[in-house]
């Protein structure tokens, strides 16, 4: 079974220019996931899909941060204009359910190797 | 958010010594899971505890979720260098709007195995 895919592994950017990230789930799995995990730092949700829905997006940045899943398989990150504090590891993440109830086997989260952005 | 807390930081041990990391939570938390991040790949799941006071082996990975339900231990049998890597606790916690869970990690715990 092949796992999360994304691309590109790592990117250099200066601050003000615009990035976007890829990321392809396990086959049949609903649910997505993007991360951000600063160096020290375990992985922080910034958006979570349910197929092509937003199920939270509450710690995502709005003003400059975008995320889009259209057609509910694979989905775009996007960063417009970074800054430096975006210099991070931005990990996708897939399940195949979401966790209405609690978590459990069938929504256990499976991650990418992740995009390491770093921004000048 | 709930926060959880890991220790300790960094651990730097000689390859066949046992190993012992433990996770604390502000709140109680019904699942713990312990995750392994390899140098420039993502986390790994490598055990999911789902009741307190439960013990679950993973060949020679150990895990307990604490009795009070707000920290869990991970202890590693007779390391291997190949267990270098950061390891994370993570725990369940529900959206601001109620209808869903999210993860929240630790920090880590950096380990070190020396051949």
């Known amino acids: 079974e092949a796992g999360v895919a994304q691309s590109p592994r790592y990117k250099i950017i200066e601050k003000r220019q615009s990035v976007a990230f890829w990321c392809n789930p396990i086959?049949?799995?609903?649910?997505l996931y993007w991360y951000q995990q600063i160096l020290g730092q375990g992985p922080k949700l910034l958006i979570q899909?349910?197929?092509?829905?937003?199920?939270?997006d509450s710690q995502l940045p709005k003003d400059r941060f975008s995320a889009e899943r259209l057609k509910g398989v694979d989905s775009t990150l996007k960063i417009q204009p970074a800054k430096l504090e975006d210099s991070a590891v931005y990990l996708c993440?897939?399940?195949?359910?979401?966790?209405?109830?609690?978590?459990?086997?069938?929504?256990?989260?499976?991650f990418g190797a992740g995009t390491r952005l770093s921004v000048l | 958010g709930q926060q959880l807390n890991q220790s300790p930081q960094s651990m730097f041990i000689q390859e066949g010594e046992d190993v012992s990391m433990n996770c604390t939570s502000s709140?109680?938390?019904?699942?713990w899971l312990w995750y392994k991040q390899d140098p420039g790949e993502g986390p790994v799941l490598l055990i999911a505890?789902?009741?307190?006071?439960e013990l679950t082996s993973n060949g020679r990975l150990t895990a307990q979720f604490g009795i009070t339900r707000k920290d869990s231990f991970l202890n590693i049998s007779a390391s291997i260098p190949s267990d270098v890597g950061i390891y994370f606790c993570?725990?369940?916690?529900?959206?601001?709007?109620?209808?869903?869970?999210?993860?929240?990690f630790g920090k880590g715990t950096l380990l070190t195995v020396n051949p």
């Open positions: 993440a897939s399940s195949l359910f979401r966790a209405s109830g609690s978590i459990g086997a069938k929504n256990i989260q499976y």
């Open positions: 086959s049949g799995h609903a649910t």
């Open positions: 709140s109680i938390f019904n699942t």
């Open positions: 899909f349910q197929n092509n829905g937003v199920v939270d």
């Open positions: 505890l789902y009741k307190a006071g």
């Open positions: 993570a725990g369940p916690e529900k959206n601001s709007g109620g209808s869903n869970y999210k993860l929240t």
